[in-house]
């Protein structure tokens, strides 16, 4: 993913979430909520806080809790971060959906799941 410039933090290099199911979590809250605008923008926070990369100078935003399975208050955790960082909301919301479009794309498609479906042995566990 591209660097993006969030002032006054400066540029900020992005990944795609390295969990699955983190991505799952991200999109589902994202397509079930978005006419909500109070949890779009937490989700969009969701978003920034899960992309962001390790490469970055100084410490990031907390880490998503795989166990919680809840975007909605991750994103409320990020949001607060960054606005004690003083980044301004608008910006992170503009950037944010960026951020969902690019992360969903990492979700596999119908036809992947598909012909993946014999790929594990029924009871063969973990």
Known sequence: MEPINLPPLGQIQLRHPKSFAAVYD??????NEYRHPHKLGRIVCAAVGMCWSDENEGKGPPRYNL?????I??????????????VHANLVFDLGAAFITEVEKKLPSGEEVEAEKDFIE?????
Do not use: I, S
Not at 26 to 31: G, P, S
């Open 73 to 86: 208050a991750y994103g409320g955790v990020v949001m607060d971060w960054l606005a004690n960082k003083g």
């Open 122 to 126: 029924v009871g063969a566990g973990g």
């Open 26 to 31: 991200l999109t589902n809250a994202f397509y």
């Open 67 to 71: 166990a919680e399975c809840d975007p």
